[in-house]
């Protein structure tokens, strides 16, 4: 079974400076896929970001983007320029190649300090 | 706004109750999910529609739970009997057919207490 792990439960970044959120997973398929969702505090849960495993350039968009290693079987996400509306809870998860449901981790409070 | 739907948004029940939500997708997403989603923790995958189809069931956490998606539209979770580890956010997201990497776009919930 798949199984991803998000070491940080809480992080804190001064606004305008750059946090990473980390995430590891754990799977013996050769394709899949890697996103990182964002909940804020009662909202809906939103896409930040995805990453294509066959892919070895790393995703961007915007302020965000991934570095993702697939031989170590990680991937963060950097956020650049913190804004206040970035605080949310993260989530990284993971899905195989099929349409199944999404594999996620325990989450990461992002906390923005102005 | 043409987003996924939930309703109720809140649930306050006894314990021994049956309880049911509802999901609308987005409009011609096929593809339906329901997580479960606990405080402190990611959601957790309870199953999957494809149309009408259920494709995947044997995540729902006991048979006290079911879903159904009669018409390939909306979906409805029930819990029966409800206990108060039941006490959750449910959510439900959908996906396009022709989504090539299972993206998933997810609703607002619905959150259960049980009392």
């Known amino acids: 079974a798949q199984t991803v792990t998000q070491s940080q439960p809480e992080m804190s970044v001064q606004e305008a400076e750059t946090v990473t959120l980390s995430c590891t997973y754990d799977?013996?398929?050769?394709?899949?896929?890697l996103f990182w969702y964002k909940q804020p505090p009662s909202r809906q849960m939103i896409l930040v970001i995805r990453q294509e495993a066959y892919k070895q350039q790393n995703a961007t968009e915007n302020r965000f983007s991934v570095n993702f290693q697939k031989a170590a079987k990680s991937f963060s996400l950097k956020i650049s320029d913190s804004q206040l509306g970035d605080a949310a809870m993260y989530f990284c998860a993971y899905s195989g190649g099929g349409a199944d449901g999404l594999t996620f981790g325990k989450g990461t409070h992002l906390i923005i300090q102005p | 706004d043409t987003g996924v739907s939930q309703d109720p948004r809140h649930k306050i029940t006894k314990r021994g109750q049956n309880v049911t939500f509802r999901c609308d997708p987005i409009s011609e997403h096929n593809r339906l999910y329901w997580y479960r989603q606990t405080l402190g923790q990611g959601p957790e995958f309870l199953t999957y529609?494809?149309?009408?189809?259920?494709?995947?069931k044997s995540r729902l956490l006991s048979d006290r739970f079911s879903a159904e998606r009669p018409k390939g539209s909306f979906s409805t979770l029930e819990i029966q009997r409800t206990e108060q580890g039941d006490s959750a956010m449910y959510l439900c997201a959908s996906s396009p057919r022709l989504a090539a990497y299972n993206e998933q776009f997810f609703g607002p919930g619905t959150r259960l207490t049980v009392l």
């Open positions: 799977t013996s398929e050769s394709d899949y896929y």
């Open positions: 529609f494809q149309n009408e189809a259920q494709l995947e």
